[in-house]
């Protein structure tokens, strides 16, 4: 007769049904993504995904650590998406394929695999590459409604594999800087943020233009995570709010110099960062008090890095910066146990 | 007492499968042909057996008696033959045999003399706990702990008598039925309770998915014209059967880790024990039964059978439907705490509140690495961080795992039941405290060594020290001859 240790029922939804969540969430963030910026960005990340799935088993395999498991909990396609989605929509396929094998190999995999990493793979790969490769990582594509030009799924993957535009396109046509690098350049030549914002197109009403769609559907999908509990509300919360206040105290206190929070809240990687990047449960804190402190760390620190830092968006750096905080967070905010005084 | 309840941390809402018990009156067991008493059913030292083999005893007789304090006697349940005494598997995680009293039952159900006590108010509330002692009567909400002594109020004011009622592990039913059937056993066993802990205020706490339980002991309670005891709703979560927890959601009060119920003044029985108190004192009668749950997917007639301790779990098996042999697991108590027993052979005990017996069980998946979600924190309603209990457990790191308050950690297994990793978290807590105890009893042990040691080699300095002194003086005796003018006295 079986004699499994108590509890003898599991109510948990396994790891990989988990992850595999976290991807639908994304999806609608996703496919703004591609109605913004083109096919290029589902290239990316279908590539990314296959890197992915590659660089983990040849690496379990390598490790000697039993590959079904662990190839298909979903954490390496986690990885994969958060990636692609970070990089530029026409980034040529090396720079995708560097990045998240350096992301699975180096920085998940050499740490131990699955639960052991301490940074979040998928900013480690980003930063890597931002470090290494700084203008491939740095050219953006202007929204598809601002150049006039969609290319088909073909020709974008034609762009990403060969460096091939369709005839009579130059990529300067297409390509524009992110709202956030446009801004923090016009902000640097002296301009203020009302007039810059009217000079160029790259702006919308709420943050950049596109990017407004973007991450209202990776807020969506956020909320739906925190809905079907699979991430709790304490690092999201704490992190769109340290961004918030911060943007708003400097707001408040030079709006000629300094842009409306709301900007910051639906430019870049906010979104996605305070409900994908920074939740990743393995690298995050862990405890309650613990997740608002990282997450109102990565806020601030990613407003800091955006408003004086060198780098177009801060959440990567913040995210790593914040990881290696993590263990002293958790140490001093640890829960009163019940029956202890405080 | 104020009505407003307290929430305690963490929990866990799980699918009660009460019903499925719950649908016909319990029944008598069939009596068995052998009835097998383990010597140990309950926390404490093991009874001492105080029969022979081929002595002929009387339902209800002492067969072994209470070894020290903290102890508590067995009683034939049946009238009988003592065929054997020897080890026996018992129903233990460890599926180890002990030490048992085998009976062979003769049918005729043929009962010792008893003496019932009708007017317990006049009696001392010693001479009640004394009675209750000789009763061999011990929680029966499943630990076993022997209830005289949470009976003794130990010259400290017991301001509130809490009777769990919660019940609030899936599928067992027993203090469900119990309560439908036998409300005013209850009311007055713990009027027997206050009378002894002189208690000031007494609240029945019950899960709010038993209304009709909660009904019969409000009636029971009006019929009798009972003033004092109140009945209180407490929300379905698991474990608000736990006793800190249900204090805590009854009260507001914590009890202090390290520490007892009694040192915030309040005493917590469950509600099977206090039936039993009533038939010990009124009717004379050990504990030599109880209601057990026969339950699970490998039941097809789930239900409360009231059980002869001894009796093989086989035989429960049987009666309800089931077929022993194609169980593939039979768990002991609920699905939350309860523990696989290694055969059906072994009898019910006095702590069997539950049997839960499954067949064509899915494969337990695998576990994978932790991946630091928090979901077992969020779950612990100690308010504990599983997770870190885990690394340090895992690691071999137990006074990190002390540090991190492992000794805090009930064992509900909240956190395992939702660990998307299906990490079998319990486990390994059990395991470390296991260790800590032993390294603490050979550290114990080291103690006792080192101080014979130290003893022993005072002795022989204290000795050579004497031998020496003997040999001065000796010399100069020796001396005090040669030269007779010195003297002697030194
Ligand atoms: S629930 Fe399991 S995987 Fe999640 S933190 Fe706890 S032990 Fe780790
Ligand atoms: S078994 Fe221990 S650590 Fe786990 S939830 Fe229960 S009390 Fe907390």
């Known amino acids: 007769m079986q004699t499994s240790s108590s509890p003898h029922l599991h109510s948990a939804a396994p790891v990989s049904s988990v992850m595999l969540r976290v991807i639908y969430a994304l999806i609608p963030g996703v496919i703004a993504y591609i109605g913004v910026f083109g096919w290029g960005v589902a290239v990316n990340v279908v590539f990314a995904s296959i890197v992915a799935l590659a660089s983990e088993a040849v690496t379990l395999a390598v490790r000697g650590r039993p590959i079904k498991p662990f190839l298909f909990d979903g954490s390496a396609l986690v990885t994969a998406f958060l990636l692609a989605l970070s990089l530029p929509p026409f980034a040529p396929w090396w720079i995708t394929l560097i990045g998240t094998a350096f992301a699975i190999v180096v920085a998940k995999q050499l740490y131990g695999g699955l639960g052991f990493n301490p940074f979040n793979p998928a900013m480690a790969g980003y930063v890597v590459l931002l470090i290494s490769f700084p203008r491939e990582m740095t050219q953006w594509l202007a929204p598809e409604t601002v150049s006039g030009h969609a290319l088909s799924f073909v020709e974008a993957a034609r762009v990403i594999f060969n460096g091939a535009l369709p005839p009579g396109l130059t990529l300067d046509a297409v390509s524009a800087a992110t709202p956030l690098d446009t801004l923090k350049t016009r902000l640097h030549l002296g301009e203020t943020v009302e007039t810059a914002r009217r000079a160029s197109p790259v702006f919308g009403s709420l943050g950049g233009l596109g990017w407004e769609w973007i991450n209202g559907l990776f807020l969506l999908g956020g909320l739906w995570m925190i809905y079907k509990k699979i991430i709790t509300w304490h690092i999201p919360l704490a992190l769109l709010g340290g961004l918030f206040v911060m943007s708003l105290v400097f707001h408040l206190y030079n709006s000629g110099a300094y842009v409306a929070p709301v900007f910051h809240l639906f430019s870049g990687a906010a979104m996605l960062g305070a409900f994908f990047i920074a939740t990743d449960p393995v690298s995050a804190c862990t405890t309650p008090r613990g997740k608002l402190y990282y997450g109102a760390g990565v806020g601030i620190l990613t407003y800091i890095i955006r408003t004086w830092g060198g780098y177009p968006d801060g959440i990567a750096f913040s995210v790593l910066l914040m990881n290696m905080a993590v263990p002293l967070i958790d140490h001093y905010t640890q829960p009163r146990v019940f029956g202890h005084k405080d | ?490």
Request: hydrophobic share 40%; aromatic share 4%; charged share 20%.
């Open chain 2, 1 to 490: 007492m104020s009505g407003k309840l307290r929430r305690f941390p963490g929990g866990l809402h799980l699918d009660g499968h009460k019903t499925e018990s719950t649908q016909c009156a319990v029944q008598r067991a069939r009596l068995p042909r052998r009835l097998i008493l383990p010597l140990h059913q309950h926390i404490g030292a093991e009874a001492k057996s105080v029969v022979m083999a081929g002595e002929r005893v009387l339902k209800g007789q002492m067969i072994a008696r209470a070894e020290g304090y903290v102890s508590a006697p067995v009683h034939a349940p049946s009238s009988g033959t003592v065929v054997e005494i020897g080890d026996r598997p018992v129903p233990h995680p460890s599926g180890l045999s002990a030490p048992c009293i085998v009976i062979e039952t003769d049918g005729t159900e043929q009962w010792c003399e008893r003496h019932p006590v009708q007017d317990y108010i006049t009696q001392d509330p010693s001479h009640l706990r004394n009675l209750i002692r000789e009763a061999g009567i011990v929680g029966l909400g499943g630990a076993g702990f022997p209830s005289f002594i949470k009976l003794n109020p130990l010259g400290k004011t017991v301001d509130t008598l809490i009777l769990n009622a919660a019940e609030c592990e899936p599928y067992i039913t027993c203090d469900d039925m119990l309560m439908r059937e036998r409300a005013a056993e209850i009311i007055h066993g713990i009027q027997i309770m206050r009378h002894a802990l002189h208690a000031a205020h007494c609240i029945i706490g019950i899960e709010d998915n038993k209304p009709e339980a909660r009904a019969a002991l409000v009636r029971a309670l009006q019929e009798l014209h009972i003033d004092g005891i109140q009945v209180t709703q407490v929300p379905t979560r698991y474990p608000a059967g736990g006793e800190k927890q249900l204090i805590h959601v009854l009260t507001g009060k914590e009890v202090p880790s390290n520490g007892l119920p009694v040192h915030i003044g309040i005493v917590c029985h469950n509600v099977a024990t206090a039936a039993a108190i009533y038939r010990a004192v009124q009717h004379g009668e050990p504990l030599i039964s109880r209601y057990v749950t026969v339950t699970g997917s490998g039941v097809p007639e789930p239900r409360n059978l009231e059980v002869l301790f001894g009796t093989p779990m086989a035989e429960l098996l049987e009666q309800c439907g089931a077929d022993p042999a194609s169980v593939e697991r039979l768990v002991m108590g609920g699905p939350m705490m309860g523990f696989g027993v290694h055969m059906p052979g072994v009898p019910v005990v006095k702590t069997t509140n539950c049997l839960l017996a499954d067949r064509h069980l899915p494969a337990a998946p695998a576990a994978m690495p932790c991946i630091r979600c928090g979901a077992c924190a969020e779950a612990c309603p100690a308010n504990l961080l599983p997770q870190q209990l885990y690394w340090h457990a895992h690691a071999g790191e137990f006074d990190k795992a002390q540090n991190y308050n492992l000794f805090d950690c009930i064992e509900c297994g909240c956190c395992a039941a939702v660990c998307p990793s299906h990490i079998p978290l319990v486990q390994y807590y059990r395991y470390a405290k296991g260790e800590i105890w032993t390294r603490e009893r050979e550290k114990q042990k080291a103690d006792v060594a080192r101080e014979r040691h130290e003893f022993r080699l005072a002795r022989l300095a204290q000795d050579k020290a004497e031998r020496e002194a003997r040999h001065a003086q000796k010399k100069a005796e020796l001396a005090g001859k040669t030269a007779p003018h010195e003297t002697t006295s030194h």
